[in-house]
């Protein structure tokens, strides 16, 4: 049985990141990474860029960190390990290979996995993710023999995967529920702002619709829709969200909800038991709510807090939540808390003729949110106007104005 300073099951963004935070701050201790995936650190970030995907670059730029790096810091890296049972009271992880490790203190940051697809045929050869290096390796290989492809689902993932399978040379449409893009999250106006860039490259977007049956005998050959129409492809890209395999962490006692419930010290019901990254569902002290978030920036962020408090250091983890994406020559933002409702007022800025528009979130005349699209250079002023907290009573009309500069209402 092995016994450890510091314990971190996740080899990920926010685990790798805990880990270096915790070595530069305590040169003797013990650590261990404990990940389920067969490889060191490496960027999820890029293996959904057109550049790396269609192997326009090495493929050795995806690694992160090299294989020295982890002895040179005397942390040891456990692959292609899952924990599957934990002691509160001993303070034991037991992995899936019978090791079992005490900790002193313990990390979790395991991440979240792509949703599966619950759909008669899923199973065939051709229908794939791509959440992680092997799901991309994957559908690398069976794109190159594909002439059609479909996506499924109408948010981040289809988005970017739609660009790459376009510029791959395949024919391509997007199956979706929705009644346009990435409703409900945006409003109409910029659903269709984005759908126009996407048909533009010759995407063709299928609203409303739901696949009955992947068809095909082992290899996928097309889909049949539930209102009985087929469509031809060889390859299907599901992007409709993440599950997170948290059976093990709900049994041992600590508090989960959707992600692993922790306040704003990252810390779970467990004082020796911390999280960080996309499971963590936190107390956020800048929107004074419950957030869970699934961004590269937010795990590597909480990855660094969750291991200084680890140490002590007792600091709350503060950062106003953004996503972001590009694809189809649009660059879209998410800041702050964007559900519309709740007794927020919505500002509209920019148009779509001007080919950059934004949707401002008030709520007790403070900014809470926003989307943005072509207008990436406001993120960062609307995110310490959120910070902040600034009242924007009697500033409505230059919220509304495009040219008026956000950053004069900064503190």
Known sequence: MKKIDFLIIGGGAAGTTAAETLRQNNKDASIIIVSDEPYRFYSRILISKPYFFLEKIPFEQVWLKTEAWYSENKIELLMGRSAIHLDQKNKIVKLDDGTEIVYGKLLLAVGGHARRWNVSGADKKGVGYLRNLEEAKEMM?????????????????????????????????????????????????????????????????????????????????????????????????????????????????????????????????????????????????ILKERIQLANWVNAQSQGTAAALNMLGKNEPFKLVSFYTAQAFGINISMVGDIKVGEGKTVISRGTPEANSIARIMIKDNKIVGATLLNRTPELFQISKLIEQRVDVSGQENNLADANFNLATLIS
């Open 141 to 285: 290989k069976n794109v190159k023999t594909a002439k059609r492809a479909i996506a499924i689902g109408s948010g981040f993932v289809s988005f970017e995967i739609a660009e790459i399978l376009r510029k791959a040379g395949l024919e391509t449409s997007i199956v979706m529920m929705e009644p346009y893009y990435w409703y409900p999250v945006f409003d109409e106006e910029l659903g269709k702002f984005i759908e126009r860039a996407m048909e533009k490259e010759g995407v063709k977007l299928i609203r409303k619709a739901e696949v009955a049956e992947v068809l095909g005998k082992d290899k996928v050959k097309g889909v049949l829709l539930k209102d009985g129409s087929k469509l031809d492809c060889e390859v299907i890209a599901c992007g409709i969200g993440l599950d997170y395999n948290l059976g093990w962490v709900k049994e041992s006692g600590i508090e989960t909800n959707r992600g692993i419930l922790a306040n704003e010290y990252l810390q779970t019901n467990n004082p020796d038991i911390f999280t960080a990254g996309d499971c963590s569902e936190f107390n956020d002290i």
